[in-house]
Nanobody
Framework: QVQLVESGGGMVQPGGSLRLSCAASGSIFRGGAMDWYRQAPAKQREWVARITSGGSTNYEDSVKGRFTISRDNAKNTMYLQMNSLKPEDTAVYYC?????????????????WGQGTQVTVSS
């Protein structure tokens, strides 16, 4: 199986920065696109950013210019550098990864989720 573990969350003042990490482990044959999502209290989970296996990136409009997504394929790890944080960025941040593993000689591609890491932006 495959496990995703996020880290790097915490509490920061408005205007501050945090760097989130998402490490994938397990029976990984090939890593595909990886995404960050977030869910604020009483709100639906929303997509934040995506990075493909080739390094192409996309961002939700409210984080463009403030957040940077990156990945280290050798370490099966994705990052989210968050700068100029605002109170409205407060949420639990989740990573999602498309991973191909080999089961019984057959490649199987599935989506996996991490457990989430809390980011709180408050003065």
């Amino acid at each position: 199986q495959v496990q995703l573990v996020e880290s790097g969350g915490g509490m920061v003042q408005p205007g501050g920065s945090l760097r989130l990490s998402c490490a994938a482990s397990g029976s990984i044959f090939r890593g595909g696109a990886m995404d960050w999502y977030r869910q604020a209290p009483a709100k639906q989970r929303e997509w934040v950013a995506r990075i493909t296996s080739g390094g192409s990136t996309n961002y939700e409009d409210s984080v463009k210019g403030r957040f940077t997504i990156s990945r280290d394929n050798a370490k099966n790890t994705m990052y989210l550098q968050m700068n100029s944080l605002k109170p409205e960025d407060t949420a639990v941040y989740y990573c999602n990864a498309e991973v191909t593993r080999i089961a019984g000689g057959i490649p199987i591609t599935s989506d996996y989720w991490g457990q989430g890491t809390q980011v709180t932006v408050s003065s």
